[in-house]
């Protein structure tokens, strides 16, 4: 600890520098599991700064790795630090780190994708959704490989407020790299909105969103079309395109929020009205096409013979 103009500010130790640790551990980032280091620690703090003041507040670090940021969350003064890290080479560093900050640091041996953050915290930290949010942080530097599956998991529990999001708005600081290697990050700071922009059920979002994603390049339409089956796919897109008033023409990414919130509600009443329309999905259609298509090719080859 140490005290600067009557505030109590707490400093890590002299310990060995991140390179030193990589060497003392041999830790060697493994490119196929899109492992590379945090080293320059001005990009270490300033990931940390992003999440804002984390003075004595809780925090997880998603795959600390061998512990760049964690070092850069532990000066920031915060009052608990859980490290949930699925490499195994990694957990001896991270030992070390939190014998230099003792009681503050929980160092685990998992994988973030299923490890219970709902239950990680104390519960006197929850607050009302409505509220300031708690001073519960979730900080981390991940592959794309595993940002992307964790954000769609984190955007269902915040939908339900279970989760890490049981405590209240918990707030996610999260870096995104292109490419593995590439120094250039981009820091993603996220709070929870009180009222959600688009008001339905996670899972109709999800399926609207991603069906007009399916063709990013194409105009809209394309997605909105393998919404409906077969049958009546051209006719019933048209209705939602315009119910919705949305330009057909436009791209995936020209779509605004206002798009995608207007698209949803419509797809929500043709589900209301139709009750097995929620549950058609595109790509089983797909399939059992070509399992067809492939028995009977067999069959007729069968015949052949
Ligand atoms: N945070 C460190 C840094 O910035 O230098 C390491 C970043 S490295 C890109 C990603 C880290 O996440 C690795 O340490 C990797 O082992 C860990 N990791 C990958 N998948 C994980 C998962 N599902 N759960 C927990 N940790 C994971």
Redesign the pocket.
Known sequence: MAASRGVTVFRLPPLPT?GEVIKLFKLK??KQ???????DLRL?DK?ARSAGNLKDAHVC??????????RAILNAGVAELLL????P??IPGLQMLSEAAPGKVRVVH??????KLGQAFPNHLIKNWEDDPPDIHII????F??STP?IIKWLENISKRDGPFRYGRTQLTL?F?KE?GEVDVTVVHFTPLVQPKIEQPFKLVEKVVQSVFQFRRKYCHHGIRILFPEATRLEKAEQMLMLADVDPTLRPTQLSMFHFKNLCDVYRKMCDEDPSLFAYNYREELREKRRKKSNFKRTSDDDLI
Do not use: M
């Open positions: 991140i980032a493994v599991l899109s492992q590379n280091f945090l080293l270490t990931i670090e998603v795959g600390p790795g061998p512990g760049g940021i964690t949930v890290e699925k490499d080479r990694f998992g994988d973030i994708l299923t490890y981390g530097n991940l592959p490989s595993v964790l870096t790299q593995v």
